[in-house]
């Protein structure tokens, strides 16, 4: 969703700024990506949970939009983001992070969730499939993300490992400022058990991603 949105600003703010440099380049981006969200905002209309005021970027998603395309994230201004994302990232309050990794392989492959058709009182689910390779018997994934095939055999089965696999999850500009990879937890895409249960698909050593 952020990303497409990115692009769609990108792409209009390409048809005004090419051939600019600079700090040019960068006001005719910000100011043809105003043009282009007050077209959005003009077209596109509420419906059931998937509301217009999704457009509003935060200011993450502002600051990425602006150096998307060829102005590079400046590396401090990448760690500020990380350091202020992770701030957000909350923990199980129970110490435990592994749940069970049959239902996180269901959380995995489910599409559904925050669209405007999709019930909101029921969970969603994670599309992990749509970006990554998980286990060998889906035959179908998408590549935009790594492979995760043997995540926990390749990082090792330790408890720093799950933490960073729980945080990864739960937020990944925590670790990787402008990745394309949703924010799951910071944004209630997915419950805290639902997390879990992604970890023990990716963690535990019985799970399919480290058969
Ligand atoms: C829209 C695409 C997208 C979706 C959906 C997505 N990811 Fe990712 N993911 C990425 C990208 C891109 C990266 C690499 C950049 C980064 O680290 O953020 C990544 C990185 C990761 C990493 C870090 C890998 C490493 O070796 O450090 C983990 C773990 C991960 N994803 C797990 C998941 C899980 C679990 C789900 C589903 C709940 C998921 N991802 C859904 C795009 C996605």
């Known amino acids: 969703m952020e990303k497409t949105y990115q692009r769609m600003v990108l792409a209009a703010g390409l048809a005004v700024a090419v051939g600019m440099v600079g700090c040019a380049a960068m006001q005719e981006t910000d100011k043809s990506g105003e043009e282009a969200l007050t077209l959005m905002k ?3 209309k509420s419906r059931g949970q998937a509301t217009v005021d999704r457009l509003n970027q935060d200011d993450v998603q502002a600051l990425c939009t602006k150096y998307s395309g060829d102005a590079a994230l ?3 201004e990448a760690r500020r983001v990380e350091a202020a994302q ?3 990232v909350k ?3 129970d110490g435990k992070l592994l749940g069970d990794w049959k239902a996180g392989e269901k959380v995995a492959q489910a599409g559904n969730g925050m669209q405007w058709s999709d019930n909101p009182s029921k969970p969603g689910g994670g599309n992990c499939y749509a970006c990554h390779e998980l286990t060998k018997a889906e035959l179908s994934f ?4 790594p492979s995760l095939y043997h995540f926990g055999r390749n990082r090792g089965f330790t408890a720093e490992s799950q933490k960073y696999a ?3 999850v739960y937020n990944s ?12 937890g910071a944004h209630g895409i997915l419950t805290e ?5 992604v970890v023990a698909l990716l963690m535990d050593p019985h799970s399919p991603v480290n058969q």
């Open 193 to 197: 058990q639902q997390i879990k249960d």
């Open 42 to 44: 003009k077209d596109f």
């Open 166 to 168: 729980y945080g990864k």
């Open 74 to 76: 400046p590396p401090e």
């Open 91 to 93: 923990y199980p309050a």
């Open 86 to 88: 992770m701030a957000h």
């Open 142 to 145: 998408g590549t935009i993300g």
């Open 173 to 184: 500009e925590a670790f990787a400022a402008c990745s394309s990879m949703p924010r799951f």
